[in-house]
Nanobody
Protein backbone atom coordinates (compact mmCIF):
# COMPACT_ATOMS: atom_id res chain seq x y z
CA UNK A 1 0.00 0.00 0.00
CA UNK A 2 1.13 3.56 -0.65
CA UNK A 3 0.04 6.56 1.39
CA UNK A 4 -0.92 9.70 -0.55
CA UNK A 5 -1.35 13.24 0.77
CA UNK A 6 -2.58 16.04 -1.49
CA UNK A 7 -1.99 19.76 -1.02
CA UNK A 8 -2.08 22.99 -2.99
CA UNK A 9 -5.80 23.54 -3.33
CA UNK A 10 -7.43 26.85 -2.56
CA UNK A 11 -9.54 29.72 -3.84
CA UNK A 12 -8.63 31.22 -7.21
CA UNK A 13 -10.35 33.58 -9.61
CA UNK A 14 -11.53 32.34 -12.98
CA UNK A 15 -8.60 32.34 -15.36
CA UNK A 16 -6.12 31.77 -12.57
CA UNK A 17 -3.74 28.89 -11.89
CA UNK A 18 -2.92 26.42 -9.15
CA UNK A 19 -0.39 23.64 -8.73
CA UNK A 20 -1.68 20.64 -6.82
CA UNK A 21 0.81 18.31 -5.16
CA UNK A 22 0.60 14.72 -3.98
CA UNK A 23 3.23 13.29 -1.65
CA UNK A 24 3.67 9.52 -1.72
CA UNK A 25 5.12 7.34 1.01
CA UNK A 26 5.32 3.62 1.49
CA UNK A 27 6.15 1.32 -1.41
CA UNK A 28 8.55 2.18 -4.23
CA UNK A 29 7.33 5.31 -6.00
CA UNK A 30 8.43 4.49 -9.50
CA UNK A 31 6.76 1.14 -10.13
CA UNK A 32 3.14 2.16 -10.64
CA UNK A 33 1.05 4.57 -12.68
CA UNK A 34 -0.82 7.42 -11.02
CA UNK A 35 -3.71 9.74 -11.75
CA UNK A 36 -5.79 12.69 -10.61
CA UNK A 37 -9.56 12.53 -10.21
CA UNK A 38 -12.00 15.15 -8.99
CA UNK A 39 -15.45 15.28 -7.46
CA UNK A 40 -17.75 18.30 -7.47
CA UNK A 41 -20.70 18.58 -5.05
CA UNK A 42 -23.58 16.40 -6.15
CA UNK A 43 -21.59 14.79 -8.96
CA UNK A 44 -19.77 11.52 -9.49
CA UNK A 45 -16.01 11.44 -9.15
CA UNK A 46 -14.43 11.88 -12.58
CA UNK A 47 -11.07 11.27 -14.18
CA UNK A 48 -8.81 14.28 -14.79
CA UNK A 49 -5.32 13.14 -15.80
CA UNK A 50 -3.03 10.12 -15.64
CA UNK A 51 0.66 9.40 -15.99
CA UNK A 52 2.75 6.28 -16.51
CA UNK A 53 5.18 4.92 -13.94
CA UNK A 54 8.15 6.75 -15.45
CA UNK A 55 6.33 9.89 -16.60
CA UNK A 56 6.90 9.28 -20.31
CA UNK A 57 3.24 9.26 -21.22
CA UNK A 58 0.21 11.19 -20.03
CA UNK A 59 -3.51 11.20 -20.72
CA UNK A 60 -6.14 13.84 -20.03
CA UNK A 61 -9.87 14.22 -19.86
CA UNK A 62 -11.15 16.31 -22.76
CA UNK A 63 -12.44 18.92 -20.33
CA UNK A 64 -8.92 19.78 -19.10
CA UNK A 65 -6.77 19.00 -22.14
CA UNK A 66 -4.53 21.93 -23.00
CA UNK A 67 -5.08 23.59 -19.60
CA UNK A 68 -3.84 21.00 -17.08
CA UNK A 69 -0.48 19.25 -16.96
CA UNK A 70 0.34 16.17 -14.89
CA UNK A 71 3.93 15.32 -14.01
CA UNK A 72 5.86 13.44 -11.38
CA UNK A 73 9.22 13.80 -9.64
CA UNK A 74 10.51 10.35 -8.75
CA UNK A 75 13.37 11.64 -6.63
CA UNK A 76 10.97 13.63 -4.44
CA UNK A 77 8.21 10.99 -4.57
CA UNK A 78 5.78 13.67 -5.72
CA UNK A 79 2.93 13.84 -8.23
CA UNK A 80 1.76 17.23 -9.48
CA UNK A 81 -1.11 18.72 -11.41
CA UNK A 82 -0.59 22.14 -12.90
CA UNK A 83 -3.99 23.74 -13.51
CA UNK A 84 -4.13 26.80 -15.76
CA UNK A 85 -7.06 28.87 -17.00
CA UNK A 86 -9.25 27.55 -14.18
CA UNK A 87 -12.99 27.92 -14.63
CA UNK A 88 -15.87 27.63 -12.15
CA UNK A 89 -16.67 24.19 -13.56
CA UNK A 90 -13.21 23.02 -12.42
CA UNK A 91 -14.17 23.55 -8.78
CA UNK A 92 -14.07 20.22 -6.95
CA UNK A 93 -12.17 18.12 -4.46
CA UNK A 94 -9.13 16.79 -6.29
CA UNK A 95 -7.75 13.35 -5.43
CA UNK A 96 -4.53 11.65 -6.41
CA UNK A 97 -4.55 7.90 -6.85
CA UNK A 98 -2.01 5.14 -7.40
CA UNK A 99 -2.29 1.78 -9.11
CA UNK A 100 -1.00 -1.40 -7.51
CA UNK A 101 2.71 -2.19 -7.70
CA UNK A 102 3.72 -3.44 -11.13
CA UNK A 103 0.86 -1.72 -12.97
CA UNK A 104 2.82 0.74 -15.07
CA UNK A 105 0.33 1.79 -17.73
CA UNK A 106 -2.20 4.59 -17.80
CA UNK A 107 -5.78 4.07 -16.71
CA UNK A 108 -8.74 6.41 -16.42
CA UNK A 109 -10.86 3.94 -14.48
CA UNK A 110 -11.28 4.40 -10.74
CA UNK A 111 -11.44 0.66 -10.15
CA UNK A 112 -7.84 0.30 -11.38
CA UNK A 113 -6.48 2.42 -8.54
CA UNK A 114 -5.66 0.88 -5.20
CA UNK A 115 -4.58 3.86 -3.13
CA UNK A 116 -6.23 7.25 -2.72
CA UNK A 117 -5.44 10.48 -0.92
CA UNK A 118 -7.86 12.44 1.20
CA UNK A 119 -8.33 15.17 -1.41
CA UNK A 120 -7.66 18.89 -1.70
CA UNK A 121 -10.38 21.47 -2.35
CA UNK A 122 -10.21 23.74 -5.39
CA UNK A 123 -12.65 26.65 -5.48
CA UNK A 124 -12.93 28.95 -8.50
CA UNK A 125 -14.72 32.27 -8.26
CA UNK A 126 -16.30 33.80 -11.36
Amino acid sequence: QVQLVESGGGLVQAGGSLRLSCAASGRTFSNYAMAWFRQAPGKEREFVAAITWNGDSTYYADSVKGRFTVFRDKAKRMLYLRCNSLQPEDAAVYYCAARSAGYFSISASESDFQSWGQGTQVTVSS
